[in-house]
C-alpha cells in the first residue's frame, strides 16, 4: 500500500522568500507524483506531475518540486513567495501499475501561510 | 470548456436520509472519481468508475453507499441512511483517461452536513 507523508501541518513564510513545502512517499513500486492546492471553499487544482526524467519539475504559478529517489521526497518549491499562495497544499502518489493505479493516494495537507 | 461540475455545493440532511450527490466530469473525460475529505484530513479515495462500470471501489464503505456512472447523465453518490459520521467534503474528478501519469481535474465539491 502507498501511504503519503507531509510532516508540516503548517509553514509560515514572508512576501518574497523562498518557500518549500515538504513530501515524502511510501509505495512499493515506481510511482507518479502530484502537487494539488485547495482554496478555500474550493476543489483541488492541479499544480505539477512527476513522470519521469528530469528531477527537478517545474509547473503552475512559478512552482516547482524535486523528485529524490533515494530519500522517496517530492519537494514543493518556490522562490519567492506570494501572498496570494496562501492556501492548502496536497502531495498525492500514484502507482504506475497494478491494484491502486487508479486511485491517488494523498498527504494530509500543509497550510501555507505568506505573511505581507 | 467547463470543469468538472458538481452539484448541489452544499446540502443538509437529518439522520436517516438519503443523499445523493452529482458529478459532470469535463467534457470528453469517461473516467470519473470520488473522493472523500474529513475535516483536518486529506482525501481519501472512494470509486473509480467508467461509463455504465464500476472499475475499483475499494475505497468504498461496503454499507450504504453506493455510485454510477450512467451512460447519460451525471455520476451519482448515494448515500442512503446519512449518519453523522458522513459529514465530509465529497469531491469529484475526472480524466481523459485511466489513472496513470494523467492528473485528475476536481470539482468544488460538495459539503454534506448531517444534523
Known amino acids: 500500500a502507498q501511504s503519503v507523508a507531509q510532516p508540516e501541518d503548517q509553514v509560515n513564510v514572508a512576501e518574497g522568500n523562498p518557500l518549500t513545502v515538504k513530501c515524502t512517499y511510501s509505495?512499493?513500486?515506481?510511482?507518479?507524483l502530484f502537487w494539488y492546492v485547495q482554496y478555500p471553499n474550493r476543489g483541488l487544482q492541479f499544480l505539477l506531475k512527476?513522470?519521469?526524467?528530469?528531477?527537478l519539475v517545474k509547473g503552475s504559478y512559478g512552482f516547482e518540486a524535486e523528485f529524490n529517489k533515494s530519500q522517496t521526497s517530492f519537494h514543493l518549491k518556490k522562490p519567492s513567495a506570494l501572498v496570494s499562495d496562501s492556501a492548502l497544499y496536497f502531495c498525492?502518489?500514484?502507482?504506475?501499475?497494478?491494484?491502486?493505479?487508479?486511485?491517488?493516494?494523498f498527504g494530509k495537507g500543509t497550510k501555507l501561510s505568506v505573511i505581507p | 470548456n467547463a470543469g468538472v461540475m458538481q452539484n448541489p455545493r452544499h446540502l443538509v440532511r437529518r439522520r436517516g436520509q438519503e443523499a445523493r450527490l452529482r458529478c459532470s466530469p469535463m467534457?470528453?473525460?469517461?473516467?470519473v472519481y470520488w473522493y472523500r475529505q474529513l475535516p483536518e484530513e486529506g482525501l481519501k479515495f472512494m470509486v473509480y468508475?467508467?461509463?455504465?462500470?464500476?472499475?475499483?471501489e475499494s475505497g468504498m464503505p461496503k454499507e450504504r453507499f453506493s455510485a454510477e456512472f450512467p451512460k447519460e447523465g451525471p455520476s451519482i453518490l448515494r448515500i442512503q441512511q446519512v449518519v453523522r459520521g458522513d459529514s465530509a467534503a465529497y469531491f469529484c474528478?475526472?480524466?481523459?483517461?485511466?489513472?496513470?501519469?494523467?492528473?485528475?481535474?476536481f470539482g468544488q465539491g460538495t459539503r454534506l452536513t448531517v444534523v
Open positions: 474528478a475526472s480524466s481523459p483517461s485511466p489513472g496513470g501519469h494523467t492528473e485528475a481535474f
Open positions: 509505495v512499493s513500486g515506481n510511482p507518479y
Open positions: 512527476y513522470i519521469t526524467g528530469d528531477n
Open positions: 498525492a502518489v500514484r502507482l504506475l501499475s497494478g491494484a491502486g493505479s487508479y486511485q491517488l493516494t
Open positions: 467534457k470528453g473525460h469517461s473516467h
Open positions: 468508475l467508467q461509463k455504465e462500470n464500476i472499475i475499483d
